[in-house]
């Protein structure tokens, strides 16, 4: 008979497979110990990350879910249950989520952290400097790398602080991938003092146009994410076994989107720079030769 804990687990795995995003909650790759919980935070955000998003519903309301959410997080991991009935699916994700905490000692801390970021989403549409952007990346990305470390069994300040490289430069290359599509929507990653500075106008992203200012605010966050990772080659280095695998993949494909988006013309404004099938046998080989 499959136990209520194991249907938990099984939906929090079935929307990792079916949302599958950048970072590689549903991989083979990873150690099949480690699959269930990873789902499990990746079903946590999932939701909250959709609530902050939603734009079908009003501000008030969408930080009224987020706050349940957080809510429902302290419930289960005090022990105290769901404050609230919630539907099915909601239940099955917190039953894996405080199933996951208590079993790999995973800090609350960085689920709130996820969701503080969550919250700033609902309004926050641009950012004046590199410590508000990177802020924003603490709370959004790095948790989700620290966590990762933390179910594989990893609490080395080292390997945190190259995490936190990496995760962050990850979150940073898919704002340069995603740039004309965030524009459209209203969002402005690179910093305003940056544009500022290098005098770029906001009317010419709107008339489509990447000019000599724009490419070079672009050119210095591009600079800046090549930093990241290559400090986030460490812990690609630090940990063992199908998760180096894993994570060296991932640095890989991360640093050939941000070169892809480094070389896109006024047309990276509208087309999406992107990895195809035909980067599978690049990244395969630069995974082999990772240490020659």
Known sequence: MVTQLARAYATCEAMARSHYENFPVASMLLPAAMRPHIAAVYAFARVADDFADEGSRPVAERYRLLDGWLARLRACTNGHGSPSPGDQRDDLIFLAVADSIR??????????????????????????????????????????????????????????????????????????????RDFRAGRLYVPLDDCAAAGASEADLEAGRLTPEWRA???????????????????CDGVRGRLRH???????????????????????LI?????????????LARALAWNV
């Open 217 to 235: 605010v672009m050119d210095t966050a591009i600079g800046r994410t090549r930093d990241l990772f290559a400090a986030g080659r460490v812990v």
């Open 103 to 180: 079993a790999r000692d995973l800090p609350v801390s960085l689920f709130e952290d996820l969701l503080s970021a969550f919250r700033q989403d609902v309004e926050t549409r641009r950012y004046r400097t590199w410590a508000d952007v990177l802020d924003y990346c603490r709370r959004s990305a790095n948790p989700v790398g620290r966590l990762v470390l933390r179910i594989a069994g990893y609490r080395e300040a080292e390997l945190d602080q190259s995490s936190d490289a990496l995760c962050t430069a990850l979150q940073l290359a898919n704002f340069w991938q995603d740039f004309g």
């Open 271 to 283: 087309n999406r720079p992107a990895l195809g099938a035909g980067d599978a046998a690049w990244l």
């Open 246 to 268: 894993e994570l060296r993949f991932t640095w890989l494909g991360g640093t050939r989107i941000l070169e892809r988006v480094a070389r896109a013309d006024d047309r990276g």
